[in-house]
């Protein structure tokens, strides 16, 4: 089975850093980017306090990262594709060639650099 790889994603890690008050703040660190196949696993409407939140969940498909990797997305990782934002769900070797990623579109997430 052939994939096109034919979105760049960048590859974005959570850190946390002292906000200079005592407390801790989550920033994201650029880990790289990756060339991916992306196909929609489903799609649906969240219930919010401000209405309804559309919610798009994305299998992602790349080639092969081995495990330890800086590059490779984990669980709580996120990926950008231009003005989409993506959060890792899960991380899957299907075979020794490639990589599958389960993930959800997070509307809002102006904190990445």
């Keep these: 089975m052939s994939h096109q790889f034919n979105r760049r994603l960048e590859h974005f890690a959570p850190v946390s850093l002292p906000d200079g008050t005592g407390g801790r703040v989550t920033s994201w660190e650029a880990r790289g980017a990756f060339w991916a196949a992306i196909r929609m696993r489903s799609g ?3 219930p919010t306090e401000f209405g309804r939140d559309p919610r798009l969940r994305v299998r992602l498909r790349t080639h092969a990262i081995p495990q ?3 590059t490779r997305p984990e669980a709580g990782h996120r990926l950008r594709d231009g003005a989409r934002v993506y959060e890792v769900e899960a991380v899957h070797d299907g075979d ?6 389960l993930a959800a579109e997070t ?6 650099p």
């Design 96 to 101: 020794d060639m490639y990589l599958t990623i």
């Design 44 to 46: 649906a409407l969240r």
């Design 107 to 112: 509307p809002g997430a102006e904190d990445l």
């Design 68 to 70: 330890g990797h800086a």
